[in-house]
């Protein structure tokens, strides 16, 4: 405790007291703080008055310490000083814990902690909505993501699968090919087991119900058909073109190789022809035929139904010329007819007239005698 020091104990101490002191008679205390140093402190006397402001010698002394900045001397300090009321906020912290202000700061902690508690909570339930709505959305794309992807391997099947049937349908006219009318009969049997190799496909369809998992094992079926299909209809339509194509060999072959014989034989009509026609205007028509026939030949000779036009031109001529020849062996036949019918009568007719003088004769010579 601190207090001004009165105007007996100033002129105790042997200073001089000014009447302007007269207002540090009424004492004035400090409430020094109670802490646990000046608890412990065994020089501590509870009775002991100390004053605020020690007297002032005229000698100056030496600073010995940086540090020491005021030396005061408390021995004029009244004992028993009356306590300086603390303000109410140094009171309420000092209130025990079993008082209302310990009340009030239990109930502050407890506030503290809850708000604490409420707060973690908060965080963790946005962070586990954050989570749970990040992986919602991921949920969502993969499943959009995977819709799309069923959808496009769907429609590429169903474009194959188009194409396929296409393949078949276009196969149908090779199908029909026997054996003996192509040139190569293994392409026969490659297009047999090619067509043998379609099966019928499961349909796949993408509902936007169906489950992420399941859209992916649709979207892996459809691609699986798209591959297959590709496959058979590119060997079917590689078939099919391998059994016409070898059609066409056999057929321009057998075309060349009737041309060839019909140029032969109308040349030999024609040479067996010469002056035995009725009309020789056909001669002159077969050996122009045959002149077109060898063009074709040579210059045509993978054109199929050219070269089977030249062979039913060179008929035809070849037609017109054997019909004058035998025209014309009918009327060499009736000329040598005629002629044989003329002779024959001519030696009846002499026949006759050599019996006519036979019999007169005899007559003749009975008139005599």
């Known amino acids: 405790v601190l207090e001004w020091p009165t105007a007996s104990a100033a002129n105790t101490a042997g200073d001089t007291f000014s009447p302007s002191d007269a207002v540090a008679n009424a004492p004035m205390t400090f409430a020094a ?9 065994p020089q501590q ?21 940086a540090t020491d900045d005021l030396n005061i001397d408390f021995s004029a300090i009244e004992q028993n000083p ?9 009171r309420v912290a000092e209130t025990p814990r079993g008082g209302k202000g310990g009340k009030k700061r239990t109930k502050g902690i407890i506030i503290s902690v809850i708000v604490a508690l409420v707060v973690i909570a908060a965080i963790i339930g946005g962070v586990w909505y954050w989570r749970f709505s990040e992986q919602r ?36 006219s090779a199908q029909s090919i026997t054996a003996d009318q192509v040139a190569d009969g293994a392409t026969i049997d490659t297009l047999k087991k090619a067509i043998a190799a379609v099966k019928n ?22 691609t699986s058909q798209t591959k297959t299909a590709k496959k058979n209809a590119t060997a079917i339509t590689a078939a099919a073109k391998a059994v016409t194509d070898s059609k066409n060999a056999k057929d321009q072959a057998n075309a060349q190789q009737a041309l060839q014989s019909k140029i032969a034989e109308a040349q030999t ?15 002159v028509t077969l050996e122009s035929d045959i002149a077109n026939a060898n063009t074709v030949l040579s210059q045509q000779g993978t ?13 035809a001529s070849m037609d017109a010329v054997n019909t004058s020849m035998a025209n014309y062996s009918a009327a060499v036949e009736a000329q040598r007819e005629a002629a044989r019918q003329k002779a024959l009568n001519d030696y009846y007719a002499r026949l006759r007239q050599q019996q006519l003088l036979q019999q007169q004769q005899p007559t003749q010579s009975d008139g005599t005698d």
Do not use: G
């Open 303 to 315: 054109d199929v139904k050219a070269m089977q036009d030249a062979v039913n031109t060179l008929t």
């Open 45 to 65: 006397d509870n009775n002991a008055t100390l004053p605020l402001f020690a007297p002032i010698s005229d000698d100056k002394p030496q600073r010995t310490n």
């Open 269 to 283: 009509l024609l040479d067996n022809s010469l002056y035995a026609v009725d009309d020789n205007s056909t001669r």
């Open 82 to 90: 009356e306590p300086v009321e603390e303000p109410e906020e140094d």
């Open 33 to 41: 703080p109670d802490t646990a140093e000046s608890a412990q402190s």
């Open 137 to 172: 959305r991921e949920s969502h794309q993969l499943h959009q993501d995977a819709l799309t992807a069923c959808t496009e391997a769907v429609d590429q099947n169903s474009t194959a699968q188009k194409a396929l049937a296409k393949a078949l349908a276009d196969a149908k």
């Open 201 to 222: 496909v499961e349909a796949v369809e993408c509902k936007t119900s169906a489950s992420t998992s399941d859209l992916k094992e649709y979207a892996k079926t459809a």
